[in-house]
């Protein structure tokens, strides 16, 4: 990929496995090469091999540290001078946030006001200046685009870009480089960022891999857009996961999830938390609730499991409120 | 060591470095290798370079199983077959349990009737037969030597045993493997066999490293026995540390920790809640209070720091049941 004909990073194009490959070289040593975890626990429930990519221990506390470090280092030096402008329910934010500071990027971000409150602190830590909206009234989108034109920002997209997908990739190619071939292959899925990026590397790295999405029932947007082939919306969906209460999946990932992914299947709330609950206690990790999906769908059965299947199940973040968490349960 | 002159495991005599070597050949392939973990907002608040040793990791989410594995493996065959007793708050319980069923050796455990719930399913789930008792009213030494006598059953002590010592040990070997050389080792502190195990594998692998065992103010028996030198008590303490509420130092342990460790220092409840939050928070890790004893010291600064040292805190276990996470907090 050549940095000089694609300065704008919201100009959509597709992805290929070179694109994740490139992505990789750029944050070897600045991402971290995340631990892949297993569990005996997770392995009898599953009846078959289970592998977790642990993105809850990447920098900023998700993947999407990735995709933005990806797409910040890829901005013309003038743009990178001006700084960046994003919007994100929170992990997204963080990772724009370090990536800007990384970089020397200034970083504006526009966050919903009910954010968790740890992701508000966070981002504003790395140094971005956050800009609060009301989820009920006002659209991300318009808020955004509107800094971006006042103030000469570049807009990075939380995931409907094709450097955010690249990098985002990287995880499961790392994932495969140290598991090896796998059965099954399952992604959280918003915006489609992270499964999209999963899903090309898979395709190279593991040819017979199943690959599928994973969603709240209550934020089933992506599972009909790809059953029916025709983009679906949803609008501030109610589920605990609340890093994929995004509208729909988008112009760069909804074609990449199609070609690329073999299915999306929902997962119910309380699945949700009982999985957020047994990585919990069984492995000792910190999962946020968007963070335990794919790991939801393997305890609700809500994928086809070979006996003895090898199954790597990416666990992509953990930034929760202690407050939130005990709420919850 | 040869295992046929110590075939009873309550035999007290003195632990070397060349004890912990074996016992880490013993423990190789059986127990996990767990991983350092590092973070850049203790190094911050430390003001050097923290490693974190993770214990949590370990099978049965602590570092118990350890000595209890290598303690077991090393009775008489006849000994095996009959089985063994211990008495435990929790952690050494399950790792008793899990290493007899390991080896075949039944195992019968003494807890306390209040011992967190996930820590009586976890050690009846390993197979393990549990006897309670009333921590206000009985002394689970009394009980576990009923049981040995009745049964004959071999007892393995949570900590007062030269085989359980030299298996805690294992843990600081390889942190030192890993690290190199260290300024600084904090280890949390209740009976002292995590403790003298580390301290004697400390002053072997990195001979400059001053070792500092952490207990809580309200559970101090350790730190005044070590200043005074004569062996100190307490009785129930109240501490959210439920690990460490052992009545005090052993035969074994005490002179191990007079002869290797260089000061034991205390820490209030409240810092060991504001370690537990912050570990779960920027590591996200669970580890439980007990667990974060040694890293509350740093967060208090319970000890000396020189600016830049390199510091081993070892985060001795993560079984915590969530809704007492929830009433904590």
Chains 1, 2 share one sequence.
């Not at 003038?78 to 329910?89: A, F, H, K, L, N």
């Not at 006996?307 to 992509?316: A, E, K, T």
């Amino acid at each position: 990929m050549n940095s000089r004909e694609t300065a704008n990073v919201d100009e959509p194009r597709t992805v290929s496995y070179g694109d994740v490959e490139a992505a990789a070289a750029r944050l070897a040593n600045r991402a971290h090469r995340t631990p892949v975890f297993t569990s005996r626990a997770f392995d009898e429930r599953a009846g078959g091999q289970v592998f977790f990519k642990c993105e809850n221990l990447q920098r900023t506390g998700s993947f999407k540290f990735r995709g933005a470090f990806n797409a910040l280092l890829q901005l013309p030096e003038e743009q990178q001078r001006r700084g960046v402008v994003t919007y994100s329910s929170g992990n997204h934010a963080q990772a724009v946030a370090l990536a800007g500071k990384l970089l020397g990027v200034p970083a504006t971000v526009v966050m919903p006001e009910d954010a968790p409150r740890v992701k508000l602190a966070a981002t504003r830590a790395y140094g971005a200046e956050v800009v609060l909206y009301d989820r009920a009234k006002e659209e991300r989108e318009e808020i955004g685009a509107k800094l971006k034109r006042e103030r000469g920002l570049a807009l990075v997209p939380p995931y409907d870009n094709p450097h955010v997908v690249a990098g985002q990739g990287t995880s499961a190619k790392e994932l495969l480089e140290e598991t090896g071939a796998l059965d099954l292959l399952l992604v959280p899925c918003g915006g489609g960022g992270l499964l999209s990026g999963c899903a090309i590397a898979a395709r190279v790295l593991s040819p017979g891999c199943r690959i599928v999405g994973v969603e709240p029932e209550n934020a089933d947007d992506a599972a009909r857009s790809f059953q029916t082939g025709v983009l679906q919306t949803v609008e501030n969906p109610d589920t605990i996961a609340d890093g994929v209460r995004t509208p729909s999946l988008g112009r760069v990932t909804f074609p990449l999830v199609l070609r690329h992914v073999d299915d999306i299947v929902t997962v119910s709330e309380e699945a949700i938390l009982r999985a957020t609950r047994l990585l919990w206690e069984r492995t000792k990790l910190v999962v946020e609730p968007t963070g335990a999906l794919a790991a939801a769908a393997l305890l609700e059965g809500a994928v086809a499991l070979e006996p003895g299947g090898r199954i790597g199940v990416v666990l992509s973040g953990g930034n929760m409120d202690l407050g939130r968490l005990c709420a919850l349960f």
